[in-house]
């Protein structure tokens, strides 16, 4: 049996990399079938296989029409990065809704739903994790692109009342979607540094780092600190790094979380200090729970579903 991942064309994006890292737990752990890479900036996708597994998305993907998409003779199954908490699929018209066959839907909160199967957000292992940059202070870490609903500043505010002395690591890349702005950029970083006082040493980079090399810069921290507050669809994709480095884990109380809720809870109901030392064995639970040979079950549950699993 042959299938086919698509993706978008290179990016420095979240959904582009979430697809990547998709594809690689779906190719690794393939099991009865062969599953080949096609990025792509045009609606010029190869026929003849079995099935199609495509990062269909409004911002990244227009160019994947309906009909583009009904045309394609196998089974076609949507990749769904943004669902809202009550499990509406976010972006989709009717029109591309009915262009698919099944959706693999990347929250695991979710429920299984006629054609749409619920799955983990595939963590990538990765060895080599590095010791702690700091063992004698705190080393809070967080990162993400330049937007104002990551609530940097609150990171640098809580570690400033909670810790005698502590160093707070935040990067910043540029990102090919959500622009580049300089001002904005530079406003988050004066918002983080009028948050900054006695014992806090505060460290802002912009560095744009692969999956690995990210998972060994949140493994030198003492924990990774997410305080978003915002209100949209789909599920943060910054945690999956930091649980896969192993490391203790906060986040908000934001819905974007709400997969990692059940097994660490959130900030500010646990300080920094109790989930420095509660975390781990939540964060370990995330690592089992979302092992990438998850992801390729459900991928097999949709494809036996399908009639094609086996034949």
Not at 188 to 193: E, L, P, T
Not at 291 to 303: G, M, N, W
């Amino acid at each position: 049996m042959r299938g086919i991942f698509v993706n978008q064309q290179a990016a420095q994006c979240s959904i582009y990399e979430s697809n990547r890292m998709l594809y690689r737990a779906l190719s690794d752990y393939a099991e009865g079938y062969e599953l080949k890479y096609l990025e792509t900036s045009t609606s010029d996708i190869p026929h003849g296989y079995d099935f199609y597994v495509i990062n269909w998305h409004c911002l990244t993907t227009p160019y994947l029409s309906a009909d583009c998409i009904k045309s394609l003779p196998g089974i076609k199954i949507s990749i769904v990065l943004e669902v809202f908490p009550d499990g509406e699929l976010a972006f989709m018209g009717d029109d591309i809704l009915n262009s698919f066959d099944a959706f693999l839907v990347l929250d695991p909160t979710t429920t299984r739903t006629g054609n749409r199967y619920p799955c983990p957000r595939p963590l990538e292992i990765v060895d080599g994790l590095l010791p702690l940059l700091n063992e004698s202070v705190p080393v809070v870490g967080s990162f993400g692109f330049a937007t104002n609903d990551k609530c940097f500043d609150e990171i640098v505010r809580a570690c400033r009342r909670e810790f005698e002395s502590c160093i707070v690591r935040v990067n910043i890349p540029p990102a090919t979607y959500v622009g580049n702005d300089r001002g904005r950029f530079a406003d988050i970083r004066n918002a983080m540094r009028a948050e900054v006082g006695p014992g806090v040493d505060l460290r802002i980079t912009e560095d744009y780092m692969d999956k690995p090399a990210l998972i060994r810069w949140c493994s030198q921290n003492t924990i990774n600190v997410f305080l978003y507050n915002r209100k949209m669809a789909g599920l943060a994709a910054v945690t999956d790094q930091a649980i896969s480095s192993g490391r203790p884990l906060a986040v908000s109380a934001c819905d974007t979380f709400r997969h990692v809720h059940p097994y660490i809870g959130s900030y500010p109901d646990k300080s920094l200090s109790e989930l420095i030392a509660s975390s781990v064995d939540g964060v370990r639970r995330m690592q089992e729970d979302w092992h990438p040979r998850k992801s390729a079950e459900v991928l097999k549950q949709i494809l036996t579903d399908r009639g094609l699993y086996g034949n």
